[in-house]
Each structure stands twice: as C-alpha cells, then as structure tokens.
C-alpha cells in the first residue's frame, strides 16, 4: 500500500531533502507521523525561524531546504523571513497544511480560505493541488522551479487529509516517473557578445567590476576573480544583494558600493567602464541625488534574472548564465598593461580599549580574532559599515546578510549556516535591535547544541534608525531606543553559553573560547558607543 505521504517522503529523498526546517500545528500532523529516521526535522518555536534557518542552511549547502509550517496564522508568522529568502534568492519548498478538503467550506478551524494568496507575492509560485493524487507532482513542479534562476521560495498547500490517500497503480507508476526526472540549467555565452564586451574592457583604461550574491549562488566566483585578475579592474560589492561575490581580503576588492545613487557615482568616479555581473543595478536607498553614473562612465550589466535586466536605470543588460558569461569574457580578453589600481587601507590592529567600544574598534579585534575560514552572517544596523571595513573573510559563502534586509534573518540564518557547515566557525554579528526579531532562535541553537558563536554589538538603541533620522531630516522620532535589554540573560534563559565582555582582551578571548567550544552556542554581548553619543 502507498499512500500520498509516502509518495511525497519518497520524492523529498530522492532530491536530498531529507533536512526539515518547521512549527508543526495539528494540520501537518499527517505529513509529518512515522517520520523517516534518515531525515531529521529541526523545530524553530515561531515561524521566522525555520523559515530564516532554512534560508541559511539552502544557500550554504547549494540546494533547496523545506520548510514545514501551520496554516494560515503560521504562513502569516513566516512572511517577513519569506520576503527575505525571496530576495535572496533562496530556493526553499516552503509547505503548510490545510484543513480537509470536505470542512473548508464550514471555513473550519484550520482552514486558509486562500492558500496560494498568503505568501505572495514573496514567492516564486503557489499551488494547492487539485486532487490528493496530485501533491506528488505538484511538489515536484515546486522543486524543480525552486532551482530555476532566479531562485526562490515556492509553496505547496496540502490539505491535511491528502496525507492518507492510498494511490492505485496507474498513479504510482506516474509518481515513479515524475520522482525521478531530473531538470538541468545550461545557457550558453553566446561567443560574438562576449568578444563585443571583451573588447570594450580591453579599449577602456579603468575597468571596474561590481558583482553580487549571484556570483556565489550560480557557481562563478572563480571565473570573475581571474577576470578582476587579467583585467586589473577594481571590485566592489553591490548594495544588499546578500552574499559579497567576491573575497573581501582581494587586493582588488574595495568593499561594498554605498547604496545611493550620489555615493555610487561618487565611488565610480574615475573608472570609464563598468560592468555589473551577478547583481541588480543597484538597490539604491536612500535618495541620494546624484547621476547614476559619473560623467563620461558606461555600464554593461549582466545578470540571469530577466526582471532585473529590465528595471534598471542605466546600462545595458545581457541576460545570461552568469559563470558561461564570466569564462566566455575571460576566454575573450587579451593581455593588459594598465597600471594595477590601489588597494584599500588596511585594517587597524587590536586595541586595548573597555566598553562601550566603538564599532571600528570592536569589529577590529573581532575580524582579527576569528579563524580564516570563519562564515560570518551579519545584521547589525549600524555596525554594518565597520563590519565590512574589518572583517575580510576570503573564501566563498563566507559573507551571509539579508538582501531584503528584513531583521530577523541573522540569528536564523546563522543557526542554519552552522548546521550546513558543521566544520567551519560560525559567527553572527548581531546588532541588539536585530537579535530581537527571532530571538527563539536561540533555543534551537541551543537544543539542537549548533555551535555557532553570536556576537552582540549593544548600544541599546536603533543606532542606523538615528543615522537615516539625520539624512532624511526627520527629527524627533519616537521608539529608536532600546533601554533594559538584558541579553546575556535572555540567552541564557534559552539554554546558550552567554558571556559579557567588557574589554577588548575580553572579546578576544571569549571569541577564542566561543569558536572553540564545538558542542554549544556562545553568545557575547559587548556594549558599544551610541550613534548619537
Ligand atoms: C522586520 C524589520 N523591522 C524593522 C526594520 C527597520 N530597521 C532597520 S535597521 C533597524 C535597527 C537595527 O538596530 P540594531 O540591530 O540595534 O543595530 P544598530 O543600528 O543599533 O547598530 C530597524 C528597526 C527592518 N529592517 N526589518
Ligand atoms: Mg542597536
């Protein structure tokens, strides 16, 4: 006998999705009992949470997570996380029950009137299958199109009583087959555009690259580095497209753009062409007035997402798998002879100093403490500019932060970062506004003894909200002060080794500590300067 819940357990295997992220509710009791002992399901105590470990788990193991949820209230719970895996691009299976098909109508408990309508427009595609014989497929079409670029969260509604439906042979057999397809993503660089783009990089005298997340999720990070390499250009990082495509320790790599459109053609100001790879042009915030590219500066964008090609405001767009391009540009491009550009300042040494810590000052010793290889996830308001400043790490999917920039990714993420990277220091710097928006977070880390290390810039306020206050002349806002947050406590209560430092040599060392300790979270609060003060 096999049953709908068999079929989907078998299909969510045979794709390697046998990690679930979730909060259960009676509705997905029958998805979920006799639970498959080579799965393993990972439980977050409110729906931001799974849906945040998820997305930091799917993008640093490359492949899709699912997350499982409740009906209509934990759908509604999971939309600020689903607008960030959105814009991350995150590809995540995203399911929830729904109340049996024959008590919708009575609008029952458990019901969701309008399944495929609560998560949108924050996700890729909705479906509620017609008929229990159909979930299988219809998870399948959600898997697969999950993985298309762009990628992105989908979901799939199942009424709860689909579970238990037996199949007769004619759909199994229709279930073996789709459970087996496999879809694959080739496009090819068309050869004469590359020599086209090749040759413009080759006539201008001062190149630059600005690359984004993409270049990490679509597999061209080495390519784009040879060609910053061969092309001797200058490399920044996109505003908020969620991972730095780039190693930030590179002696070509400036750092990230600054999001308005006025900084940006200020930081531009010198370089003839430039070429967006992997990135939108650009996410800019604040209005900062200004052209969008210096005089005299022409743009060439390539991107895999056809939306993004056609909104932005300048360049032109090529719309191309991003890894073909970058090889078929390097394949392209002769030899150069300009001059090699400057390379950034480097990053002071550690001070000896006591609490509050300036953020430079604290992000130094911080980026000088942690190990290489160390995968940083980072929302921390204010803290960000320092962040990138000090902390350089090296490799690829090293650098995770939210591209929609919607608190409550962070700790989340950086949970579900650790368990995809069980043997690389995990570190999240935290802002201690952002550690509230899914601080239950913690009690999985803890739970589940994830050993990430959590650092905590508090400087009991909305420091970046006061910093916008002072750019977008709005005095006398109310609610941007955060007194009274007792952290290391509130960590504690949810089980996570926490610590206060109140030193430098303190944060060093607790670091040193946290990092080292494999069999639990740490978490170290450091007071630092107010914005204002
Ligand atoms: C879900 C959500 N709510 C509100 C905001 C607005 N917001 C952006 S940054 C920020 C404050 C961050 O404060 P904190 O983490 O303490 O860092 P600080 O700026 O103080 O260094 C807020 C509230 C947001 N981005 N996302
Ligand atoms: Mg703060």
Known sequence: MTTVRHAVIDLFRSHGLTTWFGNPGSS???ILEDFPSDFRYVLGLQEMVPVGMADGYAQITRHPAVVNLHTAPGMGNAQGALYNAFVNKTPLIVTAGNQRRNMQNQYCLLTNVDATTVPKPFVKWAAEPATAS??????????????????????????????????????????????????????????????DIAARIDAATSPALIVGGDIE??????AVIALAERTRSLVWTAPLTGLSG?????????????????WISEALTGRDLVVAIGAPVFRYYPQIPGPYLPEGTSLIHITNDPDEAARAPVGDAIVADLR??????????????????PTRPAVAGIEHAT????????WAAVGQTAPADTLWVSEAGSNEAAIGNCVRPGGAFSHLSAAGGGLGFGLPAAVGAQLAAPDRPVVAAMG?????????????????????????ASNAEYGILKQFGGIEQAAGVPGLDLPGLDIVATAASYGVDAH????????VQLLQVGIADRDQPTLINVRTTPVSG
């Open 432 to 456: 201690d506004g952002s550690m509230q928006y899914a601080i239950t977070a913690l009690w999985t880390a803890a739970r589940y003894r994830i050993p990430l290390t959590i650092l905590v």
């Open 217 to 222: 999720r679509y597999g061209a990070w080495d």
């Open 134 to 195: 159909e979930v299988p497929a219809v998870l399948a079409h959600a898997i697969h199109l999950a993985q298309a670029p762009p990628m992105g969260p989908v979901f799939v509604s199942l009424p709860m009583d689909d579970m238990a439906v037996e199949l007769d042979d004619a759909e199994i057999a229709s279930t073996t087959v789709v459970r087996e397809r496999q879809v694959t993503h080739h496009a090819a660089f068309p050869d004469h555009i590359a020599a």
């Open 500 to 507: 206060e430092a109140h030193h430098t040599d303190e944060v």
């Open 324 to 341: 073909s391009a970058a090889e078929g540009l390097l394949a392209n491009i002769g030899r150069t002879d300009r001059p090699m550009p």
């Open 246 to 262: 780039f190693p930030e320790n590179h002696r070509l790599y400036q750092g990230t753009l600054p999001p308005g459109a006025g």
């Open 28 to 30: 997905e009791l029958s």
């Open 355 to 362: 609490t509050p810590l300036k953020p430079e000052i604290l």
